[in-house]
């Protein structure tokens, strides 16, 4: 599929590739800290909770995003999910500025929901209006079902949690 001429692709990340994502989580933190505090460490850089454990989960499934050749972000899928019923979370979703605003979110966003169907949650802090924006809008496009939104205390931070399911039986 293309975005704007553009071919946007998902593609799963080999675990030599984990440094890549981190880096890239240093600018998912200053998104981040448009809606949070989110605060540097002395080096000037994020300070990252050590994710090697993370990583090498059986439920992670961690995937870098492209525009033609060009590294455009990153998302990763966990089963560390709120709901009881829920099978699959959005750990992480990162697009890079450059590429926002063209449809690659949602391209990528409609991509994992057919490659993983079944009871999906996301969330967001409920203060991140650019989250809620996005994520409304993709799963009102999808083919997402009985979706469900609960604001919540998560992680000490209050926010909405997006319950669907994209299975198509």
């Given at each position: 599929m293309t975005v704007?001429?553009?071919q946007v692709s998902v593609r799963l990340a080999l675990a030599s590739e984990t440094a890549s994502i981190e880096n890239l989580m240093q600018f998912y933190n200053y998104d981040l800290s448009e809606s949070?505090?989110?605060d540097?460490?002395?080096t000037g850089l994020y300070p990252l909770r050590p994710k090697n454990h993370y990583w090498s989960k059986s439920g992670v499934v961690s995937f870098l995003i492209?525009?033609?050749?060009?590294?455009a972000g990153f998302a990763v899928i966990d089963d560390e999910v709120i709901q009881?019923?829920?099978r699959y979370n959005m750990g992480y979703f990162f697009i890079a500025?450059?590429?926002r605003g063209r449809g690659v979110g949602s391209e990528v966003a409609g991509k994992l929901f057919s490659q993983f169907p079944g009871?999906?949650?996301i969330y967001f802090y409920s203060n991140n209006k650019t989250a809620s924006r996005f994520w409304h809008g993709v799963i009102a496009k999808s083919l997402a079902r009985d979706v469900v939104s609960l604001e919540k205390i998560i992680d000490s931070g209050v926010c909405e949690l997006l319950s669907f399911s994209t299975a198509t039986n």
């Open positions: 704007a001429n553009s949070v505090p989110v540097f460490a002395a492209y525009v033609d050749d060009a590294l009881p019923a829920s500025r450059r590429y009871a999906w949650e």
